[in-house]
Structures are given as C-alpha cells and as structure tokens.
C-alpha cells in the first residue's frame, strides 16, 4: 500500500513536471523565431504592406486615361445595331458584342446616338428618359438611366481591360463596377434635372446589357443636350 500511495501522489508531480516542460518548449520556440506582433484586423496592411481596395481610387485610376477613350472609340450607332439585329440581338454579337467572361457570361454592347426623349421616370430610385432614335422606326423601347440608383454592370462588362482574374475576390469585382456607376452619377448626369430633358434631343454613349430584344436599358458614360 506504501508503493501504491507513492505512485498516486507522484502522478500529480510527473503532470507539473510535463506541463513545465511544454511551456519551456513553447517559449524557446516563439524566442528563436522571432517576437509576437498583435494586429489589429483591418490593419493587416500595416504589417504585410498590403494596401486596402478601394474601388473609388481604382476607378478614378483608369476612368478618363482609359475608360472614356475605349468607350468612346469602339461605340457603334445604335440604330445602325438595331437594323442589322433585326429583333435579335446575340446575331450581332461576334462583331460588336462583348461577353462579361471573355467568351461566355452576360453580352453587352457600346453603343452612341442622337435621341429625341420622349418620358421621364425619377419618381423611382432607378429612374431613367426614355427615347426615340433619330432615323430609327423600330419598336424597342429604349431607356437611358439618370439614377439615382444605376443598375448593372454593362459598362465594367465592357472594358476590355477590366479583367475578374486581376482582383483579389467577386467583392472587389463587384465594386468596380458599383465605383463606375457612382463616377457616372458624378460626371455625366443629374437626377434631379432629368426633368428638364423631356422634349429635347441628346446625344449619348453608354453600354447596355442584352436581357431581351424588346427592351434596351442603357448606362450612358456620356450625355449632352442638342
């Protein structure tokens, strides 16, 4: 009973012992690669170099340099489109099209005009003018958006330079395109004067997104007043 009483009462000691052991191992191992740093997250940047995405800085980066000059170059006339789609708009696609994932994904079209605005809609969050083209019979209906909430993403689609593969995640993708829009709403129109534009001509270029051969919705990257 001697023996049995020494080996319980040795069980707690071999624990500290090991236990000791373990902390001695864990020290040693953090001294010899060098010292913990606490980050705080969302400061990772600090210690890695890294620097936080921001799609303003992104957008403003490559918006007039870039942007505006590809867009403005490759826009075909609308009504000329139009005609040669002939009420289907994917059998244009190969010559004036541009797929959101090189070859695959949503088809989108640049596009340019002179209209003549027929209706307006701001009383809607994504409000829009709706138009006629000049030297155009066709029976489209044709939307230009003016905001304030601009929906899609034709005209990040569009660019041939903005690639998914050359951002970190879908978030970043997606607020490209959400920094587009807000530099469009900045730039090129105002909700608040759309109004003033029912009856008047315009000229346009903006990107759309193909969702039917009925009706266009068009983000404009530029606008004027005739």
């Known amino acids: 009973m001697v023996i049995l009483n020494n080996v319980e009462?040795?069980?707690?000691?071999?624990?500290?012992?090991?236990?000791?052991?373990?902390?001695?191992?864990t020290f040693l191992t953090v001294t010899m690669s060098g010292c913990v740093k606490v980050v705080k997250i969302g400061e990772e940047g600090?210690?890695?170099?890294?620097?936080?995405?921001?799609?303003?800085?992104?957008?403003?980066?490559?918006?007039?340099?870039?942007?505006?000059?590809?867009?403005?170059e490759k826009a075909v006339d609308l009504g000329e489109l139009l005609t040669q789609a002939n009420g289907d708009l994917e059998s244009v696609a190969e010559e004036y099209g541009t797929y959101s994932m090189?070859?695959?994904g949503e088809l989108s079209y640049t596009v340019k005009g002179t209209a003549s605005v027929t209706a307006v809609e701001t009383e809607k969050?994504?409000?829009?003018?709706?138009?006629?083209?000049?030297?155009?019979?066709?029976?489209?209906?044709?939307?230009?958006?003016?905001?304030?909430?601009?929906?899609?993403?034709?005209?990040?689609?569009?660019?041939?330079?903005?690639?998914f593969g050359?951002?970190?995640?879908?978030?970043?993708?997606?607020?490209?395109?959400?920094?587009?829009?807000?530099?469009?709403?900045?730039t090129v129109i105002d909700p608040e004067a759309a109004g003033?534009?029912?009856?008047?001509?315009?000229?346009?270029?903006?990107?759309?997104?193909?969702?039917?051969?009925?009706?266009?919705?068009?983000?404009?990257v530029a606008l004027e007043e005739e």
Not at 9 to 25: D, F, H, Q, S, T
Not at 46 to 60: H, N, R
Not at 174 to 185: L, T, Y
């Open 46 to 72: 600090k210690l890695t170099g890294a620097k936080t995405f921001s799609a303003g800085d992104d957008v403003d980066s490559f918006w007039e340099s870039q942007a505006l000059p590809e867009l403005t």
């Open 102 to 104: 090189g070859a695959s």
């Open 196 to 220: 003033d534009l029912l009856g008047k001509t315009i000229s346009f270029t903006g990107c759309f997104t193909v969702k039917g051969n009925d009706e266009l919705i068009i983000t404009p």
């Open 125 to 163: 969050k994504a409000g829009y003018i709706e138009v006629n083209l000049e030297g155009y019979e066709g029976t489209e209906v044709i939307k230009i958006q003016v905001g304030s909430v601009m929906k899609g993403s034709s005209v990040r689609d569009s660019l041939s330079f903005i690639k």
């Open 9 to 25: 009462e040795g069980i707690p000691n071999m624990k500290k012992r090991v236990l000791a052991l373990c902390l001695a191992i």
């Open 166 to 186: 050359d951002y970190t995640n879908q978030q970043e993708y997606a607020a490209v395109s959400q920094g587009i829009n807000s530099k469009i709403m900045e």
